[in-house]
Nanobody, 115 residues
Framework: QVQLVESGGGLVQAGGSLRLSCAAS????????MGWYRQAPGKQREWVAT???????NYLASVVGRFTISRDNAKNTVYLQMNSLKSEHTAIYYC?????????WGQGTQVTVSS
């Protein structure tokens, strides 16, 4: 089993920055891709960014140049650096791990951007 624990969410003013962290524990070797999803109030969960074990990244088009995903393999942690935040980025952000058999999710961390 794999456990994903997010941290780093909070309240920030528009134009500010936050860095989310996701620490993986358990059978981490079972994960071959990690990333972030988000769910805004009244909307479906949507994909934000992913990073492979080799460091290849992909982003939702609307966050390119604003968000950066990275990982520290030694710490088994994935990060999402979010800059120039807007109120539309307010959501619960979920860490995601794609496993060989199943997928894993964190409990989510709230990001609220005040205008």
């Amino acid at each position: 089993q794999v456990q994903l624990v997010e941290s780093g969410g909070g309240l920030v003013q528009a134009g500010g920055s936050l860095r989310l962290s996701c620490a993986a524990s358990g059978s981490r070797f079972m994960i071959n891709l990690m990333g972030w999803y988000r769910q805004a109030p009244g909307k479906q969960r949507e994909w934000v960014a992913t990073i492979t074990t080799g460091g290849v990244t992909n982003y939702l088009a609307s966050v390119v140049g604003r968000f950066t995903i990275s990982r520290d393999n030694a710490k088994n942690t994935v990060y999402l650096q979010m800059n120039s935040l807007k109120s539309e980025h307010t959501a619960i952000y979920y860490c995601y791990g794609r496993g060989c058999i199943t997928n894993y999710w964190g409990q989510g961390t709230q990001v609220t951007v005040s205008s």
